[in-house]
């Protein structure tokens, strides 16, 4: 009989090597923690990998642009030191109608202050204003996002201190920001822009980022601080915009795992974690689905609070209250991503001429806020949308290398596609669903499927059964108030400890939220060496 040889002890061990488990990582390792980072999948990233899905063809298969990765990580952790590129968009929006216009937002302002005069000259006397209110109220949350939450409810004068420190941080702005910052929580993203301007084509370009990965229509209550989440990125300093990673986003991941890697950090990937091992009432390691277990003085989980809580623990690990909070936590997604492989490029009759700057921006196709209602009203009972709301990206107009000469990548993401369907499973529904879009497409841009060469399309159940991520909710759960900030994951477990001793979390399912920004994972190191 063979003996089992004994795993190295570690100082910390990172479950997942999705983006903010490789931040916290590399905090952690810099920091001199002896760190492992153990990953399910043969390649680290999560949902911001590169993936060669057809020869030729490199495809940033799940998450697609970048903005929202902090800029102190990018400085810090020396990432393009690793080979972290990113082109900003320009023109960053271009909407086509029904009518025959079209729509383009570029960099240069006067250029698009033109662009919405075409539809409204008031609406474009406001916009300075608009984007003016937007920047500040931005740059009050943006100073949330690398702040541990305060504890709640406050139990001691200490805790008490930490809301007036938060406080605070409202003092700069004047009595309309600090009104608009308040209703902006609750607001629709509709509600929020019916202030500001006239305009439907407006309006409804803005609007997209209200809605894209939220479970909800504009017409939601809560839709409008996702709207103000998507604007508190930057690319190369400047704020709002979002851009293409050279190498797709698994260049970004790749860059963060880099930089993990050369400050010690070890890096394991085929390697599933079953179980999170507590004794005497502590997280004392981990075991492997191969059977293996290793021990390390704290762990930190970078899946989602589901998976973190129900999957790897045992319920006599965790108080019941908090068992139950975790059951009810909603993280159910309604986002699909189809991916294509193009011969050449779309014609959209709005635009016509190919290449041309059409095909640097994010092309909408969604005419206007009752259109994307209506495409919500589906899907809250269950059914794809019939005419979903459409975001479609071209990255190898910036990066030629990610196809073969002549060719091209486009990425679809789309509202609506619910993981529960009222009626007929996903496996059955996926391929029509994917026909329906291309035949959308192709209303605004004939002749277009003659142009795919591949395709793949990704509903909600297939992103949690690629990426495991619960329900394919790509933020890790819904961000509405009642699971934000000082209540995500849950009340009073928001600060990145759990009830067990030793364990974190350090994953989107954590204070700030989703996207690609890292900021979880950072502000989960932080508190990890906080306690020695």
């Excluded at 970078?302 to 998976?307: E, L, R, S, Y």
């Excluded at 108030?481 to 759990?498: E, H, I, K, N, S």
């Amino acid at each position: 009989m063979s003996r089992r040889v004994a795993s190295p002890t570690y100082d910390v061990i990172i479950v997942g090597a999705g983006h903010n488990g490789l931040v916290a990582a590399a905090y952690l390792a810099r920091a001199g923690r002896k760190t492992l980072v153990l990953e399910r999948r043969e390649i680290v990233g999560g949902c911001a990998v590169t993936e060669e899905l057809w020869p030729g063809y490199r495809v940033s298969t799940a998450a697609y642009l970048n903005s929202l990765l902090q800029e102190r990580i990018v400085r810090e952790l020396q990432l393009e030191r690793f080979g972290y590129r990113v082109d900003a968009k320009d023109p960053a929006f271009f909407s086509a109608f029904p009518d025959g216009r079209h729509f383009f937002m570029w960099q240069d302002h006067a250029r698009t202050l033109a662009e919405i005069a075409r539809f409204s000259p008031r609406d474009a006397r406001v916009f300075p204003a608009y984007e003016e209110r937007l920047e500040r109220m931005s740059q009050v949350v943006e100073g949330l996002l690398l702040t541990t939450p305060p504890r709640f409810p406050p139990r001691g004068p200490l805790d008490l201190l930490d809301y007036v420190k938060f406080a605070a941080r409202l003092r700069g702005l004047n009595p309309k920001e600090m009104a608009s910052l308040a209703k902006i929580f609750t607001q629709s993203a509709a509600e929020f822009l019916d202030e500001w301007f006239e305009s439907e084509q407006v309006k409804v370009t803005l609007a997209t980022d209200g809605v894209i990965g939220a479970n909800g229509g504009p017409r939601s209550p809560g839709t409008a601080y996702i709207l103000l989440h998507h604007c508190m990125g930057a690319v190369a300093g400047h704020r709002g915009l979002w851009g293409f990673v050279r190498g797709g986003m698994g260049a970004v991941s790749e860059a963060i795992a880099a930089s993990a890697r050369s400050a010690g950090a070890v890096i394991r990937t085929g390697a599933a974690v079953a179980k999170v091992l507590v004794r005497g009432g502590r997280a004392r390691g981990v075991a492997l689905e191969s059977g293996e277990e290793i021990e390390a003085s704290a762990i930190a989980s970078n899946a989602d609070p589901k998976i973190t809580f129900l999957r790897l623990l045992d319920a006599p690990d965790l108080p019941p209250d908090f068992l139950d909070a975790i059951r009810h936590f909603r993280i159910e997604g309604t986002s699909c991503k189809i991916n294509l492989a193009l011969g050449g490029l779309p014609e959209f009759t709005a635009c016509p001429g190919a290449p041309g700057p059409q095909h640097r921006a994010t092309m909408h196709i969604c005419p206007d806020i009752d259109y994307v209602e209506r495409a919500w009203d589906d899907a809250k009972y269950g059914r794809p949308s019939a005419r979903p709301l459409l975001e479609l990206t071209i990255p190898t107009m910036y990066d030629a290398s990610l196809a073969p000469p002549g060719k091209h990548v486009m990425g679809i993401f789309l509202q609506y596609a619910p993981y529960t369907l009222r009626e007929g499973t996903w496996d059955a529904l996926r391929e029509p669903f994917g026909d329906r879009v291309i035949a959308l497409i192709e209303e605004y841009a004939p002749g277009f499927g003659s142009l795919i060469e591949h395709r793949q399309v990704l509903t909600p159940l297939d992103m949690e059964r690629q990426f495991g991520i619960t329900g394919g909710n790509i933020f890790h759960g819904e961000m509405s108030l009642d699971q934000m900030f000082v209540m995500r994951p849950v009340a009073g477990w928001a600060r990145y400890r759990t009830p067990v001793p030793g364990l974190y979390l350090c994953g989107s399912g954590a204070h700030p939220g989703g996207g690609v920004m890292g900021a979880p994972g950072y502000n989960c190191a932080r508190e990890m060496l906080k306690q020695g």
